[in-house]
Each structure stands twice: as structure tokens, then as C-alpha cells.
């Protein structure tokens, strides 16, 4: 065979070979990000030692002084951001609302096929907040932590275990998952260290003994 046609026989079946790796890369699944991964349990341990210690005060609070969801990026909130993070394979209509997906609730392991029966958990609850210390900050500081996708503060939920959970910290509420407690707690410390609030002696007491296990 001359090698001319070799040649162009060879280039030709790696234009091929290269054509079907990068169809098969765009087809395959996207795998579920979760919350963002948050500090080890040796870090975690070290920034609840320096947390202030101090009774909760709940006097003032009202929901919306957190507002939420807000717009991210073109028609998509912090809602729909997550649910397409959380999700598997999750499709969006032109609002970005999902219209299809799966989602595994690591608080306690089911998975969801429809949005709707989905929360998005705020990890450090809303009031919780303001009790440590958001009573202090400005309206756009509580927006930012409402809404705050970098830290791992938002994680999309089975709805009625989010609803349980309500606004609980780690001494009356933990994921029934086991799997997943160590993950949540390590989260729960950054999120409070990061943003400056407080814990209660019951609340670093069940920390400190979940982190020793980690």
C-alpha cells in the first residue's frame, strides 16, 4: 500500500478514536458535588477551642432579616443552584427550575427523584445563627450566609427530615446516617468559625464528643 494511503488511513482512525473519546466524555454522568468538602476533624478541633462559649438569645429574630434565595446567575437562585450541584444528571427548564434528576439525602440515605421533595438545609440553621450572633450584623451579611455556597452551609435534603431538624444544633439533632455525622459536624464548626458566632455548652460539649470520634 503506498504510503500516502497508510498515512491518511491511520490519521483517519485516530480522528475517529479521538471523535468517540470526546462524544463518550460529554455523555457521561456528571457525579453529585455535594456541599463543599469542609475541614478535617484535627482543624475542626482546633477552631470549636477557640469558638466563645455563650447562652443563646433568640430576642428579635424573624426569618426574613435572612433573605433568601437570591439570584445567583441569570434566572437561577441559590435553590436551583444547589439542586443541580446535589443531583445526579439533573435537567432545568429555561427558569431553572429542575424538571428531572436523582438525589441521595445524606442526612438519611433515600433518594429523590423530583425536586420537590427536597429542602435546601441551611447546616447552621437561620436561628441558630442569630442566636450566636447575627443579631449583630448587617441585613447583606445575613444574605451572605443565607445564601453561601462557598462554605458547606447549603446541602440539599429529604424536606421532612430538614423540617425535623428545624433549627436544632448537634445537641438535640444529628443525621440519622452515622455514615455522615462526622462530615456534618466538621461542617457545622468551620461554618460557625468562619463567620464569628458562638456555641452553647450543650453545643460544644456534643461537638467535641462527635469530633473525637472522627
Known amino acids: 500500500m503506498p504510503r500516502f494511503y497508510a498515512r491518511r488511513r491511520l490519521s483517519v482512525a485516530a480522528a475517529a478514536t479521538a471523535l468517540i473519546s470526546s462524544v463518550a466524555l460529554f455523555n457521561a454522568p456528571t457525579a453529585s458535588a455535594a456541599l463543599p468538602t469542609p475541614v478535617s476533624a484535627a482543624t475542626a478541633r482546633t477552631y470549636l ?6 447562652p443563646e438569645d433568640r430576642t428579635g429574630y424573624d426569618r426574613d432579616l435572612f433573605p433568601h434565595w437570591i439570584t445567583q446567575s441569570g434566572a437561577c437562585n441559590t435553590r436551583e443552584v444547589v439542586l443541580k450541584r446535589d443531583g445526579t444528571n439533573v435537567q432545568q427548564d429555561s427558569s431553572c427550575a429542575a424538571t428531572s434528576g436523582s438525589w441521595y439525602s445524606v442526612y438519611d440515605g433515600a433518594t429523590w427523584t423530583a425536586a420537590s421533595d427536597l429542602d435546601i438545609d441551611h447546616l447552621v440553621p437561620l436561628a441558630e445563627a442569630w442566636d450566636s450572633g447575627a443579631d449583630a450584623w448587617t441585613t447583606s451579611r445575613r444574605q451572605s450566609f443565607a445564601n453561601d ?26 443525621p440519622s446516617r452515622t455514615a455522615y455525622r462526622c462530615t456534618y459536624v466538621r461542617a457545622w464548626v468551620q461554618v460557625k468559625y468562619y463567620y464569628g458566632l458562638s456555641v452553647d455548652s450543650a453545643e460544644k460539649s456534643a461537638l467535641t464528643n462527635h469530633l473525637a470520634s472522627c
Open 49 to 54: 477551642a477557640s469558638l466563645t462559649v455563650a
Open 149 to 174: 455556597l462557598t462554605r458547606p452551609q447549603l446541602i440539599a435534603v429529604t424536606d421532612n427530615v430538614n423540617q425535623a431538624k428545624g433549627d436544632q444544633d448537634p445537641a438535640t439533632w444529628m
